[in-house]
């Protein structure tokens, strides 16, 4: 519980960095290190928004306490000019036992509690420390007694004769040892023909041959170099404006623009940063009653966004049509681009929308609204940057990628944009979709080398390298997503992802159960199917099933349901696989005949009373099968396989026959011998039936048949039957 909380708090402490809240994030972080003080993470944050060097220099070395070997430490004290370990330690722990002094415990105790800051030892300690250190001084500047008298050493040291010689008798040890080695190799060489004639034979010392230099001839061309097999990957070119990141110093994040002044409006932006939209909602309202007497359009626009990003897109388009009738209130400020800028970002979302539905033309008028909304905002005010990213998503949305990065690149050429990791990562984003993993990477590249926690960076970085085939890569980027984002529900899963890329499934399970630890998130979902899978082809099919409730549980996609149906049946839970094949009757994200394959299954399997009703609905559904939507060839087998121990148990031994040579036909199985034995055995033809379960014994020395001990015991019957 203690490690969740401590999780918890660092992650806000550097939200809370990210967003330039230096004094919340130092409160945030301290709190986290006092539940987790080994916490190398939690300490380099704080480094980042110390008050100043003294405080930065005391958290860098208390990381290096931790692990001595962190690298983003030892440069950032290097970039101080601070050699690691050059600093004071502490008070020796006699000094702090002595009589009527704080413990060494207590005045740790009494730093932690002091407000966010360096730690200071208390003045009382500091009082004590001088004393001792006045009396240690005044003993060691008083002169030496005048009595003293100095003589000249005229013997060795005791034993100094007996360490010269034990060293003299090892040193010849030493040499009768390497002489007798030397002899004994010289003898075994000269004694063996093979060893000789590889240590004394001569070998060809190979010389170069020149080669003849060609010279140009007039009217020839000179022959080409040849091409290297591999390219060296490009690295993205680094403008010299471009500012370097500084491990121990705040990153370099893109301001909120325009400015908010309002401190429970910056409160609310930055849960909603973190994706607590619900939390910020009641403050944004409050805030925005606060404008009657002066009108103040950024609560109206965040809080609309927060609506938006909650699925009320009807209330996010009251609010802004509340704050365009008011902007003749304020007619000397340039309130009208914010207020466009909200206006695109709702009709925008009205697009997606309407496009998941099938409502194409609906979606063209609301991009058509967007286009004009977010032109309005960027000639208004080109400082803002959401207009353009609209307007290149705009693009792209039907493909026309060139467009969308010349818009993006009008942008990133005003001086305000230059470092803008939004816009960079927007642009990388465009390339990513338009197939050139080259160029995004280098522009995930550059995002990260002006913020080196920018997420989503990061994330674009592992899907590129994802994309290039390369998945080890894709593992280090995502363990460096891990270092900024200890606990990360998305990087564990983009870490399992990549781990299944480069065949490495054990490891993609254990990233995925640790993604999945602690309370469900976005990621979940996902990370929950993926994990799934992996136990469902290594034959765990009742752990798959249990991820897949988990999963449904989270989202009623019926899409899971049949996933989970399927599993249900594998795992020999037949009553689950029951149900949701009578939940997903004629539903159109699974075939109809693979919902009445696998329910005709599970009756038959679990049918272990000869339960008449539920055979005949079974047989039913495998004679229509064919005819079923969705029905293929590859269905047949299984369906002829179950319809012949459908006809088996109602005693039509005949039509079982007929049934279950057409599933032999289609492959010879262990399985379907045996129940083709067992066909022949009510038939009374035993001696067939006696080769084929001879047939199932035999092949069951190779694979672990469920049904050998059943086998032998029908064999060895037919075998007493027998005359």
């Not at 999780?7 to 960095?17: D, H």
């Not at 008798?169 to 190799?185: D, R």
């Not at 403008?239 to 370099?252: D, G, K, S």
């Not at 960027?378 to 693009?395: K, T």
Request: charged share 20%; glycine share 6%.
């Amino acid at each position: 519980m203690a490690a969740e909380l401590a999780r918890e708090l660092r992650q806000q402490g550097i939200a809370a960095a990210k967003a330039g809240e230096k004094d919340q994030a130092r409160h945030l972080l301290q709190q986290s290190i006092r539940l987790e003080p080994n916490s190398e993470a939690a300490w380099l944050w704080l480094a980042s928004v110390a008050r100043d060097q003294r405080e930065r220099v005391f958290c860098l070395e208390k990381i290096l306490e931790i692990n001595p070997h962190n690298e983003t430490a030892l440069r950032a004290l290097e970039g101080l000019g601070i050699t690691p370990g050059q600093s004071a330690p502490a008070a020796s722990a006699q000094r702090s036992s002595s009589a009527g002094q704080p413990s060494s415990l207590a005045r740790e105790t009494d730093m932690m509690n002091q407000e966010p800051g360096v730690p200071l030892p208390s003045a009382e300690g500091i009082t004590e420390a001088q004393k001792q250190a006045d009396v240690f001084l005044r003993q060691y500047m008083q002169p030496l007694p005048a009595d003293v008298k100095w003589t000249h050493k005229t013997r060795r040291r005791a034993g100094e004769g007996d360490v010269v010689v034990l060293r003299l008798q090892i040193t010849a040890a030493v040499i009768g040892f390497l002489i007798v080695l030397g002899i004994v190799g010289t003898f075994i060489v000269l004694t063996n023909d093979d060893l000789r004639s590889i240590v004394l034979a001569p070998t060809s010392t190979p010389t170069h041959t020149p080669t003849v230099t060609p010279t140009a001839t007039p009217g020839f061309t000179p022959t080409p170099s040849v091409t290297p097999r591999v390219s060296p990957q490009p690295t993205a070119t680094i403008e010299p404006e471009i500012p370097t990141a500084n491990p121990y110093q705040p990153p370099q994040v893109t301001p909120v623009y325009p400015p908010v002044f309002e401190k429970p409006v910056l409160d609310a932006i930055s849960a909603m940063n973190q994706g607590r939209f619900t939390v910020a909602l009641p403050t944004l309202r409050a805030e925005r009653a606060l404008t009657e007497n002066r009108f103040n359009p950024n609560p109206y626009y965040y809080e609309a966004l927060a609506e938006l990003a909650t699925g009320d897109a009807d209330t996010a388009l009251d609010i802004m049509d509340e704050a365009e009738s008011r902007l003749d209130e304020a007619p000397n400020d340039n309130f009208q681009p914010l207020v466009d800028t909200g206006f695109a970002q709702i009709y925008w979302q009205l697009a997606q929308d309407a496009f998941a539905s099938g409502s194409s033309t609906t979606a063209a008028d609301y991009l058509t609204e967007m286009q004009e909304r977010a032109e309005s905002a960027m000639e208004g005010d080109p400082r803002l940057d959401v207009p353009y990213i609209l307007l290149s998503r705009r693009f792209v949305q039907y493909d026309d990628y060139d467009e969308a990065i010349t818009i993006l690149d009008q942008a990133l050429e005003l001086d305000q944009h230059k470092i803008n990791v939004s816009l960079i990562i927007e642009k990388g984003s465009v390339y990513f979709q338009q197939g050139e993993y080259d160029l995004a990477d280098n522009q995930a590249f550059l995002a990260l080398y002006i913020d080196p926690a920018s997420e989503a960076a990061h994330q674009l970085r592992i899907r590129t390298a994802l994309q290039r085939n390369t998945p080890g890569r894709a593992v280090l980027y995502a363990q460096d997503y891990l270092h900024y984002y200890p606990g990360s529900a998305a990087a564990y899963q983009m870490l399992g992802d990549a781990r299944m890329a480069e065949g490495n499934v054990d490891d993609a399970l254990i990233a995925y159960s640790q993604g999945l630890t602690g309370t469900s998130n976005a990621n979940s979902v996902e990370m929950l199917l993926a994990r799934a899978q992996i136990y469902g082809q290594q034959g765990r099919y009742d752990l798959a099933q249990d991820d897949l409730d988990d999963a449904f549980a989270l989202t009623d996609d019926p899409r899971i349901q049949a996933l989970r149906m399927s599993a249900a049946y594998h795992a020999g839970r037949y009553q689950i696989a029951l149900r949701d094949s009578e939940a997903l009757d004629n539903s159109p994200v699974v075939p109809q005949a693979e919902i009445d394959l696998i329910r005709a299954q599970a009756l038959i399997d679990s049918d272990t009373e000869g339960d008449s009703a539920a055979l005949q609905e079974a047989l039913g559904l495998l004679v229509n099968l064919s005819s079923a939507e969705g029905y293929s060839a590859a269905m047949q087998p299984a369906a002829a396989e179950y319809t012949a121990l459908a006809y088996l148990a109602t005693g039509n031994e005949a039509a079982a026959m007929q049934a279950i040579d057409t599933a032999l036909a289609a492959g010879d199985t262990g399985n379907r011998r045996f129940i083709r034995a067992r066909i022949l055995e009510a038939m009374g033809e035993e001696e067939d039936a006696i080769r084929d379960y001879e047939w199932v014994l035999a092949w069951s020395q190779v694979y672990p048949f469920p049904f050998r001990g059943d086998a032998e015991e029908a064999l060895e019957n037919l075998r007493q039957s027998q005359p």
